[in-house]
């Protein structure tokens, strides 16, 4: 919030008696009434991405040579994004009397108009303050687009479906949500004849009577919009401790995670590489990667961080495949120290993995780490065959599965079919993936024209298969181990 809001009575603002007649008229004068709505709609949510994001739902035209400045987009401004992305919230302090202004604007006149005429059936409603006004009924039902467009609000609303369209997290359209502190429904026939267009739009429709409060101690506590600026007799809503509110706003990375996951060979790999386990000194024959791969590891340890975090209390599968290929490379470049941590994590015989029950399997697998391996780190990771029936999958799964490799496809392609999050750090098969998904939900027929470059051509795609295509949950890793591998010529 800039400090402009409050003109030159902002140095001195917070020595200022809070309860003084210009204090209070400065604060009201001044943005910070908006500012205090937002943040009390935010302590509501989960997962807070992002305060005042602006999304946009054309392509910008190319920017000329002979023009200047940047080339203008259509967008929608959105005040708070939670659900790490998956939704919208619009918040506005407009007032019902100044919403009926708006309103007149696109047509309808006040009470006792001299454009009264006998025969026309009206409505006459009065608002909070008493003042009346006559709703003219121009005949079908609601007002045109021309006269809907002079309705802030409700033009906000058009704007932001328009931009949900055009944006997808996690496959789907974020979910739009208008905050209005203000606004009492049920009370004034025509305001409630905008909340119902605004709904009508997808979004969903809060007002002072059903915001729901902040929480205390697992309570709900009823809402009041009036705080210290509207009056001095009425209190502030009683407030949760800090630690409360900003535990429910952090984003949980694994929220969204199913009770079994599904783990890529390219995390099998990570789990039991020495650079996750033990400090490694840098040789000069290492592989460049490895070498960036022991400089991330130095500064933050995948395994306490990410990994273990992820897989807390979940079920563990990889498909036959995923193992497979991590044995093979095992085998080939692992140390020894490598192979038998892939024997615990594996439950396989060669060193003694077999028959050991999970806690057997984790205190053998911490004699070979620097980290405490954590009690709710299920071992071991089951393997099971990847029986993938297509017919279980939408019809994109086939277009998905022509680009994959068969150990990506035993992996992705089964994962999306049992319902299962899979874990990965393979970057570009994930955007793959859910770019060929994003091009059959919206009909494209190759890369879109002025796109970002993360959408990839959905070969074979001409209409879109539907709003709701969802493709596979993936999770991926922020950064991958790989086994430091062999100096060439040597041999073990």
Not at 32 to 50: D, E
Not at 292 to 311: F, N
Request: proline content about 6%; charged content about 25%.
């Amino acid at each position: 919030m800039s400090s402009r809001s409050f003109g030159p009575f902002w140095p001195n603002l917070r020595h200022a008696d809070p309860t003084a007649e210009r204090t209070i008229h400065t604060l009201r004068s001044s943005n910070l009434p908006f500012y205090s709505a937002v943040w009390t709609a935010a302590k509501s949510c989960k997962g807070l991405l992002l305060f005042n994001k602006r999304f946009y739902w054309d392509t910008p035209p190319a920017r000329s040579s002979n023009r200047a400045g940047k080339p203008r987009k259509k967008g929608a401004l959105v005040d708070i994004v939670a659900e790490d992305g998956e939704e919208w919230i619009k918040v506005s302090t407009i007032t019902e009397t100044r919403l009926l202004f708006e309103k007149a604007k696109a047509g309808w006149e006040g009470a006792g108009s001299s454009s009264d005429t006998e025969g026309e059936e009206d409505g006459v409603v009065v608002n909070g303050s008493g003042a009346t006004w006559t709703i003219r009924d121009h005949g079908g039902g609601s007002a045109d687009d021309d006269d809907n467009d002079r309705v802030e609000l409700l033009r906000m609303a058009q704007d932001l479906q328009k931009a949900s369209k055009a944006t997808r997290v996690r496959y789907r359209h974020p979910k739009v949500r208008f905050v209005l502190p203000k606004i009492h429904k049920g009370r004034i026939p025509a305001i409630d004849a905008i909340l119902d267009d605004i709904r009508a739009t997808g979004a969903t429709v809060q007002c002072a009577d059903d915001i729901p409060s902040v929480l205390q101690d697992d309570q709900a506590v009823p809402l009041h919009t009036e705080t210290l600026l509207n009056s001095k007799t009425r209190p502030n809503p009683p407030q949760p401790a800090l630690h409360l509110t900003f535990s429910r706003l952090l984003i949980d990375p694994f929220a969204s995670f199913t009770p079994t996951i599904n783990i890529d060979c390219t995390i099998l790999l990570a789990l039991v590489s020495d650079l996750s386990h033990e400090p490694i000194t840098p040789e000069l024959w290492f592989h460049r990667a490895v070498q960036r791969q022991i400089e991330l590891e130095a500064t933050q340890h995948l395994l306490p961080t990410s990994l273990w975090p992820a897989m807390a209390n979940k079920e563990l599968v990889c498909t036959a495949t995923a193992a497979n290929r991590m044995r093979e490379i095992v085998a080939l470049i692992g140390t020894p120290a490598e192979r038998r941590r892939t024997d615990l994590l594996l439950g396989d015989d060669e060193y003694g993995g077999a028959g050991k029950s999970a806690e057997e399997l984790r205190t053998a697998f911490a004699a070979t780490s620097t980290h405490r391996v954590p009690e709710d780190w299920n071992l071991p990771v089951r393997v099971l065959a990847a029986e993938i029936r297509m017919e279980n999958l939408p019809p994109v799964a086939e277009k998905v599965a022509r680009r994959l490799t068969d150990i990506n496809r035993s992996v992705f392609l089964f994962g999306w079919e049992r319902g299962f999050t899979t874990v990965s750090s393979n970057r570009t098969v994930a955007k793959m993936i859910e770019g060929v998904v994003r091009g059959a939900a919206e009909g494209w027929n190759g890369k879109r024209e002025g796109g970002t470059g993360t959408e990839v051509e959905a070969e074979g795609v001409g209409e879109g298969e539907g709003e709701e295509v969802v493709g596979p949950d993936i999770w991926l890793c922020p950064t991958a181990r790989s086994l430091v591998g062999k100096e060439k010529g040597r041999k073990d």
